[in-house]
């Protein structure tokens, strides 16, 4: 600096300041403060002139270079350069080699810099999402679950990430929330696609209390100016990402982040739509005997009714075994009534492709419902409800959603952004039961589920996605495991918790029997955890054994 402004500089010091954002992430920042009542106009140049600033970089780095110590092999800085009589009082040791790499650093990096105008915290969440939209919904996170409830954290690789605590006092409930995630790196099988948000499990635990696994869940965040006119292109790819059954996929809009409960919105679920006496039928199987296992999704009934997408799903957050199937194929089949309706009867069944006609047409018995833009084809096997409810994956439920004709301005277009969010709720709520479908206008490429060959290929699948995500270190156990025909792990890299803090990485892991392989030992209530090297060249038949034991135990208890 003093070659630079070509006097002396003492009155200008330097402090270092390291913090962590929000408890979580380390940042040291370095500040220059100037000692000279009112300044002496030294630091105002840095901060106005970048090519001022880039200056006095260049000639440190230049200095450090050309210093005489470093003619002297046994000496790292000298009186000259880094180690002068202020600097004693320093912490540390100060390094020449190291303050010149960090110099040579910035300049290296010099064009990816930016200036900033807010503080250090605010800069790096900012930098995490990419739109208002995106924002608003992190700040609808903080005012549910609570502003400490959502931390930054760091993710292996230097990636940027929240943790949430989406729980309460009597249970946990950790997700690790990454933002534009290119979905199909992670999961093979989904299309490909940048989604706005992943939402994982933490630790990726089955939820508690359930055999149900607790799955990632895609957030996309919907502005009616950039989507209304790829309706169709995002409901086939968000339809491919949830036929994966690796994945839930939820859609927000503008207006769903308000909470407000808005009675324009199409639900032909919502029981102002239903025929008098259905809510008493509800109501009455809920609390009759032998419907004890029916009872627990009342709750579930009850969203699918009346809530918005929104609390949908912080519901499934709060509560990641909460899903909607059984809701869905009880309220169907109370719509369907004692003996159902001929398919060809259905109001506007014209309208419906001769896939969706032979997709419906696998059932006997046939309902519809509807309100306002949108249609639900429902059809379900022969027999009396109490015996056919429980057979989620017989029922079949077909969404047609319709939109307003779009108005030059897509903002001006009357009922639009209701109708949007009608349509996305019902595929939020619906994405559960395997036999779901969906119609809309341009997407006749898309076809309905094939039931028949569900799930065949899944355990390929389970494996190829292992593989794809693992470290190339566990590669080879990973094959001998698949040959073998054992069970694909369902966890990859996923953070181990003890309560609410990350103690170790789960390499690969198997939640349904709580084994998880690391490469760095540590130890976790109720779990096997195992040590191994992936870069030695040790044997894997020790290691195989470890895991199928424990693996062949499980399928024993089963």
């Known amino acids: 600096m003093s070659l630079s402004f070509e006097g002396k500089v003492d009155h200008i010091r330097s402090v270092v300041v390291e913090e962590k954002i929000e408890g979580q992430i380390g940042v040291r920042s370095l500040y220059l403060y100037d000692t000279v009542p009112g300044g002496s106009g030294y630091l105002r140049q840095l901060a106005e002139r970048p090519e001022t600033l880039r200056g006095v970089i260049e000639k440190a780095a230049e200095a450090l270079r050309d210093c005489a110590c470093t003619q002297d092999p046994n000496k790292d800085g ?13 912490p540390g040791d100060p390094s020449r080699d190291t303050a010149r790499a960090m110099m040579e650093d910035v300049l290296l990096h010099w064009d990816h810099l930016k200036r900033v105008e807010s503080g250090v915290n605010r800069s790096i969440r900012d930098d995490m999402v990419e739109s208002v939209l995106e924002r608003r919904f992190l700040d609808a996170l903080r005012q549910t679950f609570g502003a400490e409830a959502l931390k930054p954290k ?26 534009q995630v290119q979905i199909d790196m992670r999961f093979p099988s989904a299309p490909r696609k940048r989604v706005d948000f992943l939402l994982s499990p933490a630790g990726g635990v089955k939820a508690s209390g359930t055999a149900v696994e607790a799955l990632p869940i895609v957030v996309e965040m919907d502005g009616l100016t950039n989507h209304a006119e790829t309706a169709a292109e995002d409901i086939e790819t968000r339809l491919g990402m949830i036929r994966t059954r690796k994945l839930r996929v939820w859609s927000l809009a503008w207006d769903d982040l308000s909470r407000d409960h808005d009675e324009r919105v199409p639900n032909p679920f919502h029981e102002r739509k239903l025929e008098a006496g259905m809510t008493g039928r509800l109501a009455a199987i809920l609390q009759s005997p032998g419907f004890e296992d029916i009872r627990p999704h009342a709750d579930a009934l009850r969203m699918l009714q009346s809530v918005g997408s929104l609390d949908g799903l912080f519901a499934c957050l709060r509560a990641p075994e909460m899903r909607f199937n059984q809701a869905v194929t009880l309220l169907s089949r109370i719509l369907i009534g004692p003996t159902g309706k001929q398919l060809d009867t259905l109001p506007r069944i014209a309208e419906i492709s001769e896939d969706g006609r032979i997709f419906l047409g696998s059932n006997p018995l046939y309902g519809h419902q509807s309100d306002q833009t949108l249609d639900l084809y429902f059809s ?40 949007w969010r009608g349509l996305w709720r019902m595929i939020n709520f619906l994405q559960d039961l395997r036999g779901f479908h969906v119609e809309f206008e341009g997407m006749e490429a898309v076809a309905a589920p094939d039931m028949s060959r569900f799930p065949v290929g899944a355990d ?38 003890a309560g609410d803090a990350v103690i170790g990485l789960i390499e690969v ?9 690391t490469e760095s030992g540590f130890e976790m209530e109720n779990w096997d955890i195992l040590e191994f090297d992936s870069a030695a060249d040790a044997p894997l038949s020790e290691m195989l054994d470890h895991i199928i034991a424990r693996l062949n135990k499980k399928e024993t208890m089963a």
């Open 380 to 419: 379900a096997p022969a027999g009396a409800p109490g015996a056919s409810i429980r057979d989620l994956d017989a029922y079949r439920v077909l969404l047609r959603g319709t939109l307003p004709r779009l108005e030059e301005d897509v903002l001006r277009t009357v009922g639009l952004s209701e109708a």
């Open 460 to 497: 390929d699948l389970a494996w190829r996605e292992a593989e794809t995500l693992a470290d190339e270190g566990f590669h080879p156990l990973l094959r001998e495991l698949k040959a073998g025909g054992f069970i694909a792990p369902d966890l990859i890299g996923q953070d181990a918790m």
């Open 78 to 90: 000298c009186f000259r350069c880094v180690r002068s009589y202020r600097s004693q009082f320093g």
């Open 154 to 179: 760091l993710l292996p690789g230097a990636r940027q990430a929240y943790q949430l605590n989406a729980g309460n006092e009597a249970r946990s409930a950790f997700w690790t929330i990454e933002t």
């Open 509 to 517: 892991g198997w939640s349904s029997v709580k084994l998880g392989l």
